[in-house]
């Protein structure tokens, strides 16, 4: 059983365009991490989130933690080709040594 | 100069083979993990070791050893591989472990292992 559920799973959009990816769980975490993984390549940091109600922003990307710390979403507005690759959530419970990562959303941006 | 390295790549072997594959990082890290993606691009952490202490040990079979020589470098030895093993395979660093708090982790660049 996955501790955090990304949808949508596969997003394809076009330049441009905006998106949003989901991140949640019924566990609370401590801090909650997103992940960029380009094919051939490991995964890549791009934000960590530790606060409740927090919110990140990266150039056009926008990361947000729930205010219960339970879910997380990451917003990507005119997405561009460079955009595209497998996004990533993670999180850190209290008690736990691990981070425990969601499926993945595969993201295509088409030019 | 590449942060966390694996080698080989690729590995492509046959079933009951026994392979190794080798990490090593050069950020200073004192802990290191390897992570197992599936075919799915689901990611889950195999071992975890803390200043050569192994600390995270999940539901892995025994066919799979990680040794840590010195903080720099862990490997992975595979014994008697199956067809479920064929996976990408990642090290990963970071400074401290994730007890709650937000380690910033690195990964190296995978390896693919095929067993046919």
């Known amino acids: 059983t996955q501790l955090l559920e990304q949808s949508p799973q596969f997003l394809s959009i076009q330049e441009g365009e905006n998106l949003t990816v989901y991140c949640n769980s019924s566990?609370?975490?401590?801090?909650l991490q997103w992940y960029r993984q380009e094919p051939g390549e490991g995964p890549v940091l791009l934000v960590t989130?530790?606060?409740?109600?927090e919110v990140k922003k990266l150039k056009r990307l926008t990361f947000q933690f729930g205010d219960a710390r339970k879910d997380s979403s990451l917003h990507i507005t005119a997405a561009q080709p460079g955009d595209t690759g497998l996004y990533l959530c993670?999180?850190?419970?209290?008690?736990?040594?691990?981070?425990?990562f969601g499926a993945g959303t595969t993201v295509t941006v088409r030019a | 100069d590449t942060a966390v390295s694996q080698t080989p790549k690729y590995l492509v072997t046959q079933m009951g083979n026994d392979k190794s594959i080798k990490c090593e990082q050069n950020?200073?890290?004192?802990?290191m993990y390897w992570y197992k993606q599936d075919s799915k691009k689901f990611l889950k952490i195999m071992f975890s070791?803390?200043?050569?202490?192994?600390?995270i040990n999940e539901t892995v079979p025994n066919r799979f050893s990680p040794k840590s020589p010195d903080k720099a470098h862990l490997n992975l030895h595979i014994n008697s591989l199956e067809l479920g093993d064929s996976a990408v395979y990642f090290c990963?660093?970071?400074?401290?472990?994730?007890?709650?708090?937000?380690?910033?982790?690195?990964f190296g660049p995978g390896t693919r292992l095929t067993v046919t």
């Open positions: 990963a660093s970071s400074q401290g472990l994730a007890v709650g708090g937000p380690v910033e982790q690195y």
């Open positions: 566990s609370v975490f401590s801090s």
């Open positions: 989130v530790v606060t409740g109600g």
């Open positions: 993670a999180g850190a419970r209290s008690n736990d040594y691990k981070l425990s």
């Open positions: 950020l200073g890290h004192d802990t």
């Open positions: 070791y803390n200043n050569k202490e192994l600390i």
